[in-house]
């Protein structure tokens, strides 16, 4: 995968994740994903740093350490009230080198002014330095991520070679939730979820591009004409910042 200008790498760890399956979410026991999702990695760059102007997109990741599973008796509160008994199975020491890059969002054409590629890859790198602008979280609130700068590729992964000296091959997790597809983001009046067969390759998953017609796609939620989707305006609730501004 050709490695865009605008890329930035970053390591991000923490001791819990859990990257819940859909398919275990409605029984109240979430079960973790092996391996996170395009969409969770996504969110954890858009803690980091993000704008409307652009849409972060995560070419690869990293599995660093082993994939090794725990599962904790959780007490979650009923919408009836009071407490319910679950269990929930996250994944233990988690830690994944990323790669993402971001291209602008078509459908904001009234943030044109503030397209400055340079000025926007300078503060992301910044903002990676310092361990993001927001909480980061690895797949649910409970689960405390940390980031910070890395090299992609830089240091050796539990799934890059066998004790032979081998290389690992290809782990195939089969189907997996791949991410959503928001207005802002496509220009449809729908909200859209899209799946895909997520392989992983001496420890490295390189993702499709979402716009991938391979994608196995479906429309979650329709809006009717009527719907249109938050409008920014640099008179009243956008700035646009210069590059002073955060040196």
């Known amino acids: 995968m050709e490695k865009k200008r605008n890329t930035v790498e970053f390591?991000?760890?923490?001791?819990?994740a859990l990257f819940s399956d859909p398919i275990t979410r409605s029984g109240g026991e979430k079960l973790s994903y092996q391996t996170p999702t395009y969409q969770a990695l996504k969110g954890i760059i858009e803690s980091v740093y993000w704008k409307p102007t652009f849409i972060w997109r995560i070419d690869k990741v990293r599995v660093m350490n082993r994939i090794i599973t725990e599962s904790k008796g959780i007490r979650p509160i009923r919408m009836s009230g009071g407490n319910d008994l679950a269990y929930y199975t996250y994944l233990k020491d988690a830690e994944y080198q990323v790669m993402a890059h971001f291209e602008w969002n078509d459908q904001r054409?009234?943030?044109?002014?503030?397209?400055?590629?340079?000025?926007?890859?300078n503060i992301a790198q910044r903002c990676i330095c310092q361990?993001?602008?927001?909480?980061?979280?690895?797949?649910?609130?409970?689960?405390?991520?940390?980031?910070?700068p890395c090299?992609?590729?830089?240091?050796?992964?539990?799934?890059?070679k066998l004790p032979d000296g081998q290389d690992y091959g290809e782990?195939?997790?089969?189907?997996?939730?791949?991410?959503?597809?928001?207005?802002?983001?496509?220009?449809?009046?729908?909200?859209g979820v899209r799946l895909w067969r997520q392989v992983m390759k001496n420890g490295v998953i390189e993702f499709g591009d979402p716009r991938d017609?391979?994608?196995?796609?479906?429309?979650?939620?329709?809006y009717g004409e009527k719907y249109s989707f938050k409008r920014f305006s640099c008179d009243k609730n956008f700035k646009i910042e210069e590059e002073g501004d955060f040196d």
Do not use: W
């Not at 090299?151 to 890059?160: L, M, R, V």
């Open 171 to 191: 782990v195939d997790f089969g189907i997996m939730f791949h991410g959503f597809d928001y207005p802002d983001e496509t220009g449809k009046n729908e909200l």
């Open 213 to 222: 017609a391979g994608m196995l796609c479906r429309t979650v939620r329709e």
């Open 151 to 160: 090299a992609f590729g830089d240091c050796e992964s539990f799934y890059e």
């Open 11 to 16: 390591k991000v760890y923490g001791k819990y």
């Open 109 to 121: 054409p009234e943030l044109s002014e503030d397209r400055n590629e340079h000025k926007h890859h």
């Open 131 to 148: 361990g993001g602008r927001r909480d980061v979280f690895l797949g649910t609130r409970e689960c405390q991520g940390y980031v910070e």
